[in-house]
């Protein structure tokens, strides 16, 4: 859920604020890359059908979709932006308005959308899909923040990191110089890299890396530590957690295939921190 402080109002006002400074920075960001004006434009219905033209148009009635396949607006091109963030403070009473009573759990009614192959375009509903993009990438942003600034935190705590990563803010109680670093870190790749989706795959590859590392892990303790007492057994023992770690292979190898330089910078970034690694070792084993 969204950000909560108990006054809903003040709460969905924060809100529209954070998706404007969103759309801001995104927009600064396009124009320090140099990019075309037009990346970041919400795309028009009409130029598309134009584009692809039209067989025929039919009604599907009521159904669920999936919020990312919602692209673009009938006719609604200058308030928001390609991710429906709003491009100024004109739709801001009623976007506020509505955010509040989804807070309060009064009943939305359903956006009206036309559909183009896997593409939908908004034709009523342009502010509803505003917030639910909003609300799902806070609460996205929220699980994968915290839980990435935990492990220098756990690492500097165990005394493995640097110690000023292990300080935690009096107020928030939160890993804030963690925080602070991760994100100037992710600012920085993003600049040098280009486009969020290039860095998005770095990390993708990066994570099922892990992911595979990990689970291998199974194997090794069984094997080191077979009398340990194991309070959760893996369920299917060998041969499910094996079967992970031959898709996460299989990825992986596809990964480098079909994308070998970000899987190679990728995969550099994460070996620059075995020297790194082995110095803080080296200095914590002296002191």
């Known amino acids: 859920m969204p950000a909560d402080t108990g ?13 404007r400074r969103r759309q ?7 124009r320090l890359r140099r990019e075309p004006d037009d990346v970041n434009v919400i795309l028009p219905f009409d130029e598309v059908v134009a584009a692809l033209g039209m067989r025929g148009e039919r009604r599907l009635g009521l159904q669920i979709i999936q919020l990312d396949t919602v692209v673009g607006t009938v006719d609604s091109t200058r308030d928001f932006d390609r991710r429906f963030r709003p491009t100024s403070g004109r739709v801001r009473e009623r976007w506020e308005r509505l955010a509040l009573a989804e807070r309060r759990g009064e009943p939305i009614p359903p956006i009206d959308v036309y559909r183009v192959g896997d593409m939908h375009f908004v034709q009523d509903g342009h502010h509803r899909v505003s917030i639910a993009m909003a609300t799902s990438i806070l609460v996205t942003l929220n699980g994968t923040i915290m839980s990435g600034a935990r492990i220098p935190f756990a690492a500097a705590r165990d005394k493995l990191f640097f110690k000023q990563m292990a300080t935690i ?12 670093i991760q994100g100037l870190l992710a600012t920085v790749l993003l600049l040098a890299v280009g486009r969020f989706q290039q860095l998005f795959e770095l990390a993708i590859f990066a994570e099922w890396l892990f992911y595979m ?5 199974v194997f090794v303790y069984r094997r080191r530590l077979p009398n340990a007492v194991r309070p959760y057994r893996v369920w299917g023992y060998p041969i499910l957690p094996a ?3 031959v898709a996460a292979g299989i990825l992986l190898f596809y ?15 994460i070996l620059l921190g075995i020297p790194l690694f082995g110095l803080l070792r ?6």
């Not at 080296?282 to 002191?287: D, G, K, N, T």
């Open 243 to 245: 079967l992970f770690v």
């Open 24 to 30: 801001v920075l995104a927009r600064l960001a396009h």
């Open 7 to 19: 006054f809903p109002a003040a709460d969905v006002e924060n809100d529209f604020q954070r998706a």
């Open 169 to 180: 803010h009096p107020r928030f109680q939160s890993p804030s110089t963690s925080l602070v």
């Open 255 to 269: 990964s480098y295939a079909e994308n070998l330089k970000n899987s190679l910078i990728g995969t550099g970034i």
């Open 213 to 217: 590392v990990t689970a291998t892990t």
């Open 282 to 287: 080296r200095r914590r084993l002296a002191s």
